[in-house]
C-alpha cells in the first residue's frame, strides 16, 4: 500500500531532488538513500534481493554471539546448521517480513540494519548500523537509547561509590560516545520536528497509551512460533505448573484484564482498511460480541509464560531490558500492525534455548506456507472499493 509513496520519492532523490517530502510518508528516508546509493533507480523492489543475504548473516551472526554468551562454546553441528541456521531462516521466513521484502517496503531494510548494529562490541560500527536502521524506522532509536541510559546510570553508581575516579568515568563514557551522539541528534531532530517522532501526515499516527499491544505481539509470537510452543510444552509440561508460574499467570491475567478493559483501541485504519488481515481479525473475532476480547487472556497469558520460559538461559536484565524496548516501542503505537512485531519477535526468537531440530523445520515449513498463501491472495484475488472502480486492491498484512 504505501510502495507508491516510497518508489516515488525514492525517484525524487534519483533526480536530485531532495527537497520535496510527500506527507503520506511518515517514515525517515533511509531507504532511498540506499537505493540512490546502488544504483537501483527505477529497480527499487530489487533492492531488498540485496538486503536479505546481509539480513541472514546478521540473524546468524547474532544467534552464534548469543549462544556462544549463554553456552560457552558450540558443538559444531549446532554451529554449523541445527540452531543457528534454522533460527535464522525461521525468521527471513517470517511472513509478515517475507511477504514485505517482495515489495518496497523498509521492514527488512529496519531489522538487517537494526540487528547488525546490535551484534557490534565496536561502538563506531555498531552507531553506524542502528543510525540507518532509525534512519529507516524512528522507534528503532529506542535501543540504543536504552543502553546509554543504561551505560550512564551503572557509571554513574560507579562513581558515586568510589569504585571509578572522575578520570575513569570521562574515558568509560568516552568510549560509547557514538551512541550518544546518535541519541542526541535524535532529540535534535525530535525538536525540529516540533516533538514529534512521525515525519509527513502526523494526524493518522498520534500516540496513544495501547497497552494490549503487548499482549497482540504475545499473540503473534506464540502464532509464528507455534511448532515451538507445542514442542516446549511436551518436554516440559512438569516444569511449567510450578508454583512461581502459576503466581506469574495469575498476575499476567490480571495485568492482562485490565489493559484489554481500559485501553483496547481500534485505528480508523483498522476499521475501514479491507486490504489488511488484522481489518478481518478485528471485524470476525474482536468486534464480534464484546466479551471477545476477553477470551484471548488465557492464550495471552500462556503464551507470555512460554515466552519467557523458553529463554530461560538469558539473564533476567537482558530480558527486563527487552520488556522495556518492546513496551516503549509498542504501547505508543495506535495502530495495530503486524510489521511493528517484527524487530521485537526476531530478538526473541535469536534468544531461545536450543530448540529440536524437527519443530525448527515444522516451523520453517508453515511460514513458507503461509507465506505462498498469502503470496497468492495478493497476486490472484485482487478486488476493486466502490469508491475506487479504476484501481485494483489487495490482500496483504
Known amino acids: 500500500m504505501d510502495e507508491i509513496f516510497h518508489v516515488a520519492q525514492t525517484r525524487l532523490y534519483c533526480r536530485g531532488i531532495y527537497n520535496e517530502w510527500n506527507p503520506m510518508i511518515t517514515t525517515p528516508p533511509g531507504l532511498y538513500f540506499l537505493a540512490v546509493l546502488f544504483g537501483f533507480c527505477g529497480y527499487e523492489r530489487y533492492l531488498n534481493s540485496l538486503i536479505l543475504p546481509f539480513c541472514f548473516a546478521g540473524l546468524c551472526r547474532l544467534r552464534r554471539f548469543i549462544l556462544i554468551s549463554t553456552k560457552g562454546k558450540l558443538k559444531k553441528e549446532i554451529d554449523q546448521f541445527r540452531d543457528v541456521r534454522l533460527s535464522a531462516l525461521a525468521i527471513c521466513f517470517l511472513p509478515v517480513l517475507l511477504n514485505n521484502s517482495f515489495l518496497y517496503y523498509t521492514d527488512l531494510l529496519s531489522l538487517t540494519a537494526f540487528i547488525w548494529g546490535i551484534s557490534f562490541n565496536s561502538s563506531l560500527i555498531s552507531s553506524i548500523f542502528l543510525a540507518l536502521a532509525v534512519l529507516t524506522r524512528q522507534t528503532n532509536i529506542v535501543w540504543p537509547a536504552l543502553n546509554c541510559l543504561a551505560i550512564s546510570l551503572n557509571l554513574l553508581k560507579q562513581f558515586l561509590f568510589n569504585q571509578i575516579s572522575f578520570k575513569q568515568l570521562f574515558f568509560k563514557t568516552f568510549k560509547f560516545i557514538y551512541q550518544f551522539l546518535l541519541v542526541f541528534a535524535f532529540m535534535c531532530f525530535l525538536v525540529w520536528n516540533n516533538g514529534s517522532i512521525v515525519l509527513g501526515d502526523k494526524t493518522a499516527h498520534k500516540p496513544a497509551i495501547h497497552l494490549p499491544q503487548l499482549f497482540y505481539f504475545v499473540g503473534f509470537t506464540a502464532a509464528s512460533s507455534m511448532p515451538l510452543f507445542i514442542s516446549y510444552f511436551f518436554q516440559n509440561y512438569k516444569k511449567i505448573f510450578n508454583r512461581f508460574s502459576l503466581i506469574s499467570m495469575l498476575f499476567i491475567s490480571l495485568f492482562a484484564f485490565l489493559s484489554v478493559n481500559c485501553c483496547t483501541l481500534a485505528h480508523p485504519y483498522l476499521l475501514a482498511d479491507n486490504r489488511h488481515f488484522t481489518f478481518y481479525l478485528w471485524q470476525r473475532f474482536f468486534q464480534r460480541h464484546w466479551i471477545a476480547k476477553y477470551l484471548a487472556i488465557p492464550f495471552y497469558t500462556f503464551s507470555a509464560i512460554f515466552m519467557f520460559k523458553m ?48 519443530a525448527q523445520f515444522f516451523e520453517i515449513l508453515i511460514n513458507l506456507m503461509v507465506s505462498s498463501f498469502v503470496l497468492y491472495l495478493f497476486l490472484n484475488r485482487p478486488f476493486k472499493w466502490p469508491s475506487d472502480p479504476e484501481r485494483w486492491q489487495r490482500f496483504m498484512w
Open 311 to 358: 529463554t530461560s538461559e538469558i539473564p533476567n536484565k537482558l530480558k527486563a531490558f527487552y520488556l522495556v524496548f518492546t513496551s516503549l516501542c509498542l504501547i505508543p503505537a495506535f495502530l495495530l500492525e503486524f510489521r511493528y512485531f517484527i524487530i521485537p519477535f526476531a530478538l526473541w526468537r535469536l534468544s531461545l534455548d536450543y530448540q529440536s531440530r524437527k
